[in-house]
C-alpha cells in the first residue's frame, strides 16, 4: 500500500504568521503554488494561507484610491484558516485522496507529533494519476499485435 509519506512534497515552502498577506502573493506566483502552510518557529503547523485568500485580500485600485490601508501588507495571521483537516505520513495514500475529494480541498498538510513535514495537494494526486496512465498504455497490447494473433 502507498502511503502519503511516498508521495507528499517534503519540507514545503513555509511563511510564519508574521509575514504579510503580500508575501505569501510574491511566494505563490514566483513558486507557482496555490497553498503556503504557516509554522511557528518551531515547526508546528499554525495554519494554511490560499490563493483564495490572497485573492480575496487584494483591493480594487477604486478601493484603494479612496482608502489609507492596502490590506496586502496586514500580517498572515489575520487570514489564515486555523481549523486545518491534516493526515499523518503513514495514512494511505487512496484514503487521502478520498478524503481530500469528500471535504472539497486542495491540499493536506502532513503533520507528525504537531510539527509540519510535508503537504500534499490535488496536483500530486493529478500527477500520480498520469503516471498511472503512462504504465496502463505501456502495459496494454498493441492494437497490431492483436490483429496478427
Not at 54 to 65: D, G, H, P, Y
Amino acid at each position: 500500500m502507498f502511503t502519503v509519506n511516498d508521495m507528499m512534497s517534503s519540507d514545503p515552502i513555509t511563511l510564519s504568521s508574521k509575514d504579510k498577506i503580500s508575501d505569501a502573493k510574491c511566494l505563490m506566483d514566483s513558486r507557482r503554488i496555490r497553498h503556503v502552510p504557516i509554522v511557528s518557529a518551531s515547526g508546528k503547523l499554525e495554519g494554511l494561507v490560499t490563493q483564495r485568500d490572497v485573492l480575496a485580500a487584494q483591493t480594487s485600485s477604486l478601493e484603494k484610491a479612496v482608502g489609507d490601508n492596502d490590506p496586502m501588507q496586514a500580517p498572515l495571521s489575520r487570514f489564515l484558516k486555523r481549523s486545518l483537516y491534516t493526515v499523518s505520513p503513514c495514512a494511505g495514500l487512496k484514503e487521502a485522496a478520498l478524503y481530500m475529494q469528500k471535504r472539497k480541498i486542495g491540499c493536506l498538510p502532513v503533520v507528525e507529533d504537531d510539527k509540519l513535514v510535508g503537504i500534499i495537494t490535488d496536483s500530486d494526486f493529478v500527477a500520480i494519476a498520469i503516471n498511472l496512465l503512462e504504465i496502463q498504455e505501456e502495459t496494454e497490447p498493441m492494437e497490431e499485435e492483436e490483429e496478427l494473433v
